[in-house]
């Protein structure tokens, strides 16, 4: 007798209660794209996000049984926050010592805050995903994720400020490289017209 097979979410929580193998294949099948945009926010080079992805899919498994099901769109949040936390992990084992970079010959602030709406999701993840570590780091935790400057610096094992000093760089490094590609937009369309 199948049990919850109406609810895609339901069946692989139940599959994953059990640890049933199939499980990590409709868990993949469900959220693959979702997490590995997750994943390449904080991972920029493919085959390292490849890797971080599979370990995140194996603790998923493997801690499966361990999972409280807590409504619609608890599974995807549970193995989001595991992706993270992989993530983290890896870049924590690549710095060896500290997530954070220091910047190279910034501005302080840009002039204006620059026009995103022109900008496609791809081209927007393509930019964060260029910021050094640190940065990429605090900004994907603090805007996407949505966490405070205090959370962050629990994570990271850093000063709020710190976390704060981080975002705001990230901020003013992003504008320019959105200023800079929408000149070199405005040169492609003046050559073509």
């Not at 602030?109 to 990429?136: C, F, H, K, W």
């Not at 603090?142 to 400057?149: D, L, Q, R, T």
Request: proline share 3%.
């Amino acid at each position: 007798m199948k049990l919850f097979t109406t609810d895609k979410e339901l069946t692989i929580v139940h599959k994953l209660s059990r640890g049933e193998a199939t499980a990590i294949d409709l868990l993949y099948a469900e959220y693959a794209p979702f997490l590995t945009a997750v994943c390449a926010r904080y991972i920029p080079q493919n085959d390292d996000m490849k890797d971080v992805l599979q370990e995140a899919f194996i603790k998923m498994f493997n801690k499966g049984n361990t999972f409280t099901y807590r409504g619609k769109g608890s599974l995807k949040a549970w193995a989001t926050r595991i992706v993270i936390n992989e993530a983290l992990l890896f870049l924590r084992q690549q710095a060896k010592e500290d997530v954070l970079t220091t910047d190279r010959d910034l501005p302080e602030t840009v002039d204006e805050e620059p026009e995103v709406n022109t900008l496609s999701t791809d081209e927007i993840t393509a930019m964060i995903r260029q910021l050094p570590t640190g940065y990429r780091t605090v900004f994907n935790l603090y805007v996407i994720e949505g966490m405070s400057h205090q959370q962050i610096a629990e994570l990271l094992n850093i000063k709020p400020d710190t976390s704060a000093s981080q975002l705001h760089k990230a901020k003013v490094m992003l504008a320019h490289m959105i200023k800079s590609h929408q000149r070199q937009e405005e040169k492609t369309v003046w050559r073509i017209g």
